[in-house]
């Protein structure tokens, strides 16, 4: 598999018994199932083990649009996250595999109370 930023090989790794993600060997970007994802946000330490690029890189890589998925080639959507509006993530809309640039994953684990405001904002319509 190759990272669709950089082109780098990504290489599978896990973390516990149940959770396997691919992380580009060059840019650190993530890629895993949105299903995967879901957990990721509640497991203890997973960004730690698992985000291991660097954050200021994936900042850069982060503009990079119109990327093929690593696993089905096809284009991937670039959305906000629901839960963080200022976080963008790549989803594929065929196979829903998600790609985190380096970093993501660490920020999404940081909720933030700003995080909250806008959250509720958004509900308010506002």
Known sequence: MQCPKCDSA???VDFGTEISVARCTGCGGLFCEKQ???QLRTEW???TVLDTGSAAGGAKTNDI???PCPRCSNIMDHVQDSEQSHITLD????CEGV???AGELTDMKSVTLMDHVRRLLS???G
């Open 10 to 12: 990504m290489e599978a």
């Open 91 to 94: 989803v594929c809309p065929t």
């Open 45 to 47: 330490l997973a960004d």
């Open 123 to 125: 509900r308010l319509g």
């Open 99 to 101: 790609f985190l640039d």
């Open 36 to 38: 995967t994802l879901l």
């Open 65 to 67: 649009r119109d990327i």
